[in-house]
């Protein structure tokens, strides 16, 4: 790959493995186990000899989270090899375990090979008859349209993953009027709400590795997992050119876990614990002066004046339709209380009389609100010591350069080189306010939105929640199913968890109506979700349940009506941003080949069934979606509403309306597959030189919205439980698992291995092979005063500290000192039991955490920690 293709030199194999046992052994096996190959000539010639057709064509990785460029090696028409495609931004022609090994699950006998009904009762493995396409699909279709006929949003479209949101997400759900609902809850939505809500973007933290200096690793997996937006590959090679480069990591995390080679300290934070962390770096920050007062006063509400009910004082600006509520701010200049962004100098500190009222800036409420956070505080909740708190805050504050520019490209940026890796942890008790907390970190430096500082989706679009967040509405019941603007989550994910309870119990939440029919997008509630028990009593209450899936979910093992057999890789998928946060790129999946057995690509599926159930036509018509959502409207590359297309000329239509003349050609061809459109310029990357800096909106310090909907909440009798985290600013306070007996001495944790994708990945054999199994991780400290020894067979027994309900599994024990003492761990791909793959490979830790009061956070996302308690012996 050339330097001036993606402004940076390539990155040797060794660069990107080196130091991690564990990436270097999987790479290794990755490249030598199934896919060496005689030169390239050589083979060529040997098949020629054959008789047979060799070529190639470009696609993206199917498993993957981030849709790696590959290149498709076919005999005769059929997959034999899987590469990385060099000319895609993300991977640059690698390919981790993953994507090469998911031929074996192209070819995977165990795969659904056509459609089925069900012939026994549901809530037990299931009894199949082999059916046609056309009978499962007018079965289907007539199901679905007697509950639309009364209410289209008692069918519950559920997924995992989408890979086409254009036609799945929208085009499909928004053409038979269904409720959506995804996995966010499990992955990291609480982040993206809380930067939803105080930055505006729609994503969580990362930094801008290309300028960073000083990174904090906050509970991210650096080379075993993705992070913020992308799967595995494209930020550990970013972290690698910026380690080179000289940029110092600082790692927080229960685990040391991938970090070792990469992190230069690595601080042990207790599970659950980071915003005591934050809010203590905030004070110190503050203490020491770190403050970058003119980001503080211009693009942050931390000026504007609160009144003693926490109320923002405002104004009205403006006549009419233009007329807009702001708040006031206090202009030292001129000595009196202004609107924002007219004052010369705005106040930050300081309480001042407006109308004869006490008023005081938002950031002096912040001030006053951090005191209590010192570091021997913020020290005995997180497990660290008050000198190596103060020493993260010094490194942080003194990286910063606050003031500094540096000129990208032509364009003078200000240069705050700190920045933040944090995704996954953000799925915890206090996850919301824990996200916001973190974010203020480089907030109080002015690090937001500037070179080598803190980065949070790849452009400064603003999300649609930002503005729907300024006034939480708490409404009174009756409440959907997924309890949307009720007095339990006002500001709410969509947990599946929820809709389980609500269906469970309706009365209890307040809820009329549940849902009655289920269409399963590549989602497997029974394996991947926390909690089984709800969705093992929730899934009887529905009246048909239809799984869209390569393969025999254990969900549709126990209650699916009817399976119909998805394509893997061989199907058209996207359009997909391909950008690596540098380049501005896009790509989308091309079949291989044609689909194995009888499956078929989802696409196909939803046209047939949409128009089976008379909304594939016309205007509000899926086809009128998928010409909205592709922005092929009104341009002469525009579907007919009264034609069913080929999904290869929708594509073609949509890649050419992108002014490329060859089409979904383009696409195809093995030298491209991916359509680049250059570097991202400084004003796509950057929040302060955008075209209206940051998008045009005020981040919110204070969180006044916050502190209004918890007001709503009590008003309506919601217990402290559900509004005590309605707060203007994160605010510590035990957490509830924490109340378990002592007993339940260990916090258990689960971590994603970067040989697997969720669940969908373990019964791939060279997989398996690389990571068979899911035991327990302990300390050897503990395994020891336990009596435990490496390779014993333990029980794990959890704790529910509302309810008193225990839960318990059995497993190995594997022992690494790179582990708090008091904290246990174990992968979560693992559980199982439909595909013969998974025999023997152990439980889930998704089989004893707990969905609920207490585990549910305030915005109705999952919390992935619970305390157990582990002994010797199998007896779960």
């Known amino acids: 790959m050339p330097e001036t293709f993606l402004g940076m030199p390539e990155i040797t194999r060794r660069g990107f493995v080196k130091g991690s046992a564990v990436a270097a052994g999987t790479a290794v096996v990755a490249s030598t186990f199934l896919f060496k190959t005689l030169d390239g000539v050589a ?67 165990n795969r659904v090979k056509w459609p089925l009904i069900r012939t026994n009762e549901k809530g037990v493995t299931g009894e199949w008859r082999r059916a046609s396409w056309d009978e499962a699909l007018d079965l289907v279709a007539e199901k679905v349209n007697e509950v639309r006929a009364r209410n289209p949003k008692l069918v519950l479209w559920q997924k995992g993953r989408s890979k086409a949101k254009d036609f799945y997400d929208d085009a499909f759900v928004k ?49 075993g997992a993705g992070g913020n ?112 962004g007219d004052a010369e100098s705005p106040a930050l500190e300081g309480e001042f009389e407006v109308e004869g009222e006490k008023v005081k800036p938002g950031f002096q409420l912040f001030i006053e609100h951090v005191d209590a956070y010192t570091p021997e505080f913020a020290a005995e909740i997180t497990g660290l010591t008050a000198d190596q708190i103060r020493r993260v805050a010094d490194e942080f504050g003194s990286h910063a350069k606050i003031g500094a520019t540096i000129v990208v490209d032509g ?68 409440y959907d199913f997924q309890l949307k603007n009720s007095k339990y989550f006002p500001i709410n994910t969509g947990h599946p968890g929820i809709v389980a309870q609500t269906m469970i119990d309706p009365d209890r939440w307040g809820v009329e109506e549940i849902p009655e ?16 028990p709800e ?73 047939d069934l949409t128009e089976r159930m008379g909304v594939l036509y016309g205007e509000g018509g899926y086809l009128s979606i998928v010409n909205k959502e592709l922005k092929l409207t009104g341009t002469e590359f525009e579907l007919p509403l009264d034609q069913k297309p080929e999904v290869r000329h929708i594509f073609d239509q949509w890649a050419k309306g992108q002014g490329i003349e060859e089409g979904v050609a383009y696409f195809e061809d093995p030298n491209h597959g991916v359509y680049i459109k250059g570097p991202m310029k400084p004003a796509e990357i950057y929040g302060y030189v955008t075209e209206v800096p940051f998008g045009g909106v005020i981040h919110r310090l204070y969180g006044e919205s916050l502190l209004d909907a918890q007001r709503q909440m009590i008003e309506k009798g919601a217990e402290k439980i559900y509004w005590q985290d309605y707060t203007a600013f994160p605010t510590w306070r035990p957490q509830t698992m924490d109340s378990s007996p002592s007993e339940y001495e260990f916090v258990l944790l689960s971590y994603h291995q970067i040989e697997h994708k969720q669940t969908r990945t373990s019964f791939i054999p060279m997989l398996a092979e690389l990571a068979p199994g899911a035991p327990l991780d302990m300390n050897p400290a503990s395994a020891a005063r336990l009596g435990l020894r490496e390779g014993d067979t333990v029980t794990v027994e959890s ?26 761990a174990m992968p979560h791909h693992f559980g199982m039991w439909t595909h013969p793959q998974n025999e023997g490979q152990g439980p889930s830790a998704n089989e004893i955490y707990f969905t609920g009061e207490g585990y549910t956070s305030s915005t109705a996302d999952q919390t992935f920690h619970v305390k157990v308690k582990v002994t010797k012996g199998g007896d779960a």
């Open 43 to 109: 083979v060529a010639e040997s098949v020629a000899a054959q008789g047979a057709v060799e070529d190639f064509i470009a696609t993206t990785c199917w498993i993957g989270k981030q849709d790696c460029g590959m290149i498709a090696r076919r005999i005769d028409g059929r997959v034999v090899k899987f590469e990385g495609n060099p000319t895609n931004p993300r991977n640059v022609g690698t390919l981790c375990p993953k994507g090469h090994a998911q031929i074996q699950a192209v070819y995977d006998p």
């Open 175 to 223: 053409s038979i009027g269904a409720t959506k609902i995804g996995h966010g809850a499990f992955c990291s939505d609480a982040g993206y709400r809380a930067l939803e809500y105080t930055l505006g973007p729609h994503a969580v933290l990362h930094p801008d590795f290309r300028y960073c200096d000083y990174m904090l690793s906050w509970g991210w997996n650096i080379t």
């Open 229 to 340: 937006k992308f799967c595995w590959l494209t930020w550990p090679r970013h972290m690698v050119k910026a380690r080179e480069r000289g940029m110092k990591i600082t790692h927080l995390d229960p685990r040391l876990r991938s970090a070792g080679p990469f992190a230069d300290t690595w601080l042990p934070i207790r599970p659950g614990t980071d915003l005591a962390m934050a809010m203590a770096l905030c004070r110190e920050l503050i203490a020491h002066g770190y403050l970058d007062r003119p980001y503080l006063t211009t693009y942050t509400n931390a000026p504007m004046l609160v009144k003693s009910d926490g109320m923002i004082l405002k104004t009205t600006v403006g006549e009419g339709e233009e007329a807009e509520e702001i708040g006031l701010v206090w202009d030292e200049a001129s000595g009196a209380a202004v609107p924002f």
């Open 411 to 478: 364009v003078e940026v200000p240069y705050r080189p700190v920045g933040i890796m944090a995704y996954h942890m953000t799925q915890q008790d206090l996850g919301f306010q824990t996200a916001r907390a973190i974010t203020m970190v480089p907030m109080l430096v002015g690090a937001v939105g500037a070179a080598g500082g803190q980065m949070v989706d790849f452009t400064w679009k603003i999300h649609k929640n930002y503005a729907k967040f300024e006034k939480i509405k708490v409404e009174d019941p009756p």
């Open 517 to 532: 029919v289920a269409i399963l997008h590549m989602v497997n509630p029974l394996a991947s979700f926390p909690s089984r």
């Open 535 to 607: 969705y093992l009593k929730s899934y009887m209450k529905f009246k048909f349940v239809v799984d869209i899936n390569p393969w025999l979910s254990e969900t549709a093992d126990y209650f699916a009506d009817v399976v119909l057999p998805a394509a893997t890789i061989e199907k058209y998928e996207g359009p997909t941003s391909a950008t690596d946060q540098y380049i501005d790129a896009v790509t989308m999946r091309i079949p291989p080949m044609e689909p194995m057995f009888e499956s078929r690509g989802e696409i196909d599926i939803y046209m």
């Open 799 to 824: 704790h529910n500290a509302i309810t008193g309900e225990t839960r318990r599994l059995t497993t190995s024990l594997t022992l690494i000192e790179s582990i708090r003492p008091d904290t246990v």
